[in-house]
């Protein structure tokens, strides 16, 4: 069983940036693949990004690539979003998944979800 608590979140006007956290509970949170998903209203939820368990493979949405930076630190069960240059329509809910089966990628099936936090960035 893993629990998932994301912080972090906040309100902020365009251009600045951002950090998430997803602090896990678990002795085997190394073990786990390690995305964040995003949910505007209205919205589907959506993949912004996530990485293997041993931090070797990171894949990004193309709407955040070259302005978001997912990463992880297995000493303190917790992965991070650095959110640079966001943008009024970056606005939504981020969720942290984690999952140790297999590599699920952009798909929703991750085993483990946060409640989220919110994110709203202003023009």
């Known amino acids: 069983q893993v629990q998932l608590v994301e912080s972090g979140g906040g309100l902020v006007q365009a251009g600045d940036s951002l950090r998430l956290s997803c602090a896990a509970s678990g002795r085997t949170f190394r073990s786990y693949a390690m995305a964040w998903f995003r949910q505007a209203p209205g919205k589907e939820r959506e993949f912004v990004a996530v990485?293997?368990?041993?931090?070797?493979?990171?894949l990004y949405a193309n709407s955040v690539k070259g302005r978001f930076t997912i990463s992880r630190d297995n000493a303190k069960n917790t992965v991070y979003l650095q959110m640079n240059s966001l943008k009024p329509e970056d606005t939504a809910v981020y969720y942290c998944a984690a999952d140790a089966g297999e590599f699920k990628g952009t798909r929703k099936e991750y085993e483990y979800w946060g409640q989220g936090t919110q994110v709203t960035v202003s023009s």
């Open positions: 990485i293997t368990w041993s931090g070797g493979y990171i």
